[in-house]
């Protein structure tokens, strides 16, 4: 009787095994600290200049932020904008990361190779409106249908040379199923330093959420914090918040 009960309690050498829980992988979103173009109030896009002595207190403040949370991630990824890089490097000098290169020592987080540079994270191109005073966007994109105004941005469409926001939505999908692929099956936190117009479209992509909807929802400002999660709600956006509405 005994063998009888434990071979029928037994598990089949043929069963499958049960599959394993759903991962779990945390994206969290950092808008690059205040440049010289932010601080000039010109539309940067594709140019590539350093923060202000403001954006490195700003970058400062949010790695600190993000180490008092006791936030910490499996890897981080910039923009190759080095406004963006500087930002990710400060971050990374907290010893956020920890990822294959930093595990060791702390010291090995203050080098670059704690930041991996992904092109596709750079900010979206401003076309013709590069490097022009903000304060021109309404008159050079005056006819309908070229603005989206918001509270506190104005926002150009379709001016020539430009990616539109239904480009960057395309350029977003590939660069949230990237992370995905590099980081399947793990529960995972990463963070992406990007920019302001691709950011909000990651945050779209991900939620699959209308690209002028997300640019009328809220304003991703220098140095914040957005969260991409399932177990974060599309309305709940930012995890540290800056009131500065640089375009």
């Known amino acids: 009787m005994y063998l ?12 499958s095994p049960p599959p394993p829980p759903p991962s779990s992988l945390n994206i969290y979103l950092a808008r690059h600290g205040q440049d010289q173009d932010n601080a000039a109030s010109i539309l940067n896009g594709h140019r590539n200049q350093p923060l202000t002595s403001i954006g490195i207190r700003q970058a400062s403040t949010v790695a600190e932020k993000i180490r008092s949370a006791g936030l910490t991630f499996d890897a981080i990824y910039s923009s190759p904008l080095q406004r963006a890089h500087q930002t990710a490097l400060i971050i990374a000098s907290e010893g ?32 013709i409106m590069t490097g022009v005073p903000a304060k ?6 005056s006819r309908p249908g070229e603005l989206l105004l918001t509270d506190t941005i104005s926002y150009f469409l379709k001016p020539e040379g430009a990616e539109t926001f239904p480009d960057l939505i395309e350029r977003a999908n590939g660069v949230i199923e990237d992370i995905r692929q590099q980081h399947e099956g793990r529960d995972e936190s990463v963070l992406l330093v990007t920019h302001g117009d691709f950011g909000k479209m990651l945050y779209a992509a991900y939620y699959e959420l209308k690209w002028d909807d997300v640019l009328k929802q809220f304003h991703f400002g220098n140095s914040e914090v957005l969260l991409l999660s399932k177990d974060s709600t599309s309305d709940n956006a930012h995890v540290f918040e800056i009131k500065q509405y640089n375009h």
């Open 136 to 141: 021109e966007i309404r008159s050079r994109c």
């Open 4 to 15: 009888l009960r434990s071979l029928l309690i037994m598990p089949s050498s043929s069963s």
């Open 96 to 127: 956020q990361c920890l990822g294959s290169e930093c595990r060791n020592s702390k010291s090995a987080c203050d080098s670059e190779s704690a930041v991996q540079v992904m092109d596709q994270l750079i900010e979206r191109d401003f076309g």
